[in-house]
């Protein structure tokens, strides 16, 4: 079974791995809109967000490892964790050599991912059974970014 998606904003096309002008569905929901408005007040983000990805994984399921569309999206993307406590795997290759580092993401936490964690590591939410010798049961991650359309 796939992780269940909502977009919010602006729709992404995983396949064409674009954002198109005639991709956008609406205004964020209030909630959204006042998360975005949070983080831009805090300085987290230089822009405020107009695009929001709401990620349900259950159990084993994770996402495979890529960098979000460099032309699609400006500035960092900001992924708010809730429910439990996963690991974000990053992994870069520099020549032969494969550097690998993994980041627990607390339940409650907001990542920013920005410079070259953002444009040249990539990252995942691998899939897996247990997290730190717990199984895993739900969490749900809300990206937020900056369309570039």
């Not at 991709?23 to 975005?36: M, Q, T």
């Not at 960092?76 to 406590?85: A, D, G, H, M």
């Not at 494969?98 to 990539?122: F, H, I, K, N």
Request: net charge positive; charged share 30%; aromatic share 8%.
């Amino acid at each position: 079974m796939k992780r269940r998606v909502q977009h919010y904003g602006w729709q992404y096309d995983y396949k064409a791995r674009r954002v198109s002008p005639d991709s956008y569905i609406g205004p964020l929901p209030d909630w959204a809109h006042r998360l975005a408005e949070r983080l831009l007040t805090k300085g987290v983000v230089p822009e405020l967000p107009d695009q929001v990805i709401v990620n349900n994984y259950d159990g084993a399921q994770g996402i495979t490892k890529h960098i979000d569309c460099r032309e699609c999206f400006r500035g960092p993307v900001v992924t708010l964790s809730l429910l439990e406590t996963w690991d974000m795997v990053f992994t870069r290759r520099i020549g032969e050599q494969t550097l690998r580092y993994e980041q627990a993401l607390p339940r409650r936490s907001a990542a920013v991912l920005d410079g070259e964690a953002r444009s040249v590591w990539l990252h995942e939410i691998p899939e897996r059974l247990k997290e730190h010798g717990v199984s895993r049961r739900r969490r749900i991650s809300i990206t937020f970014r900056k369309v570039a359309v």
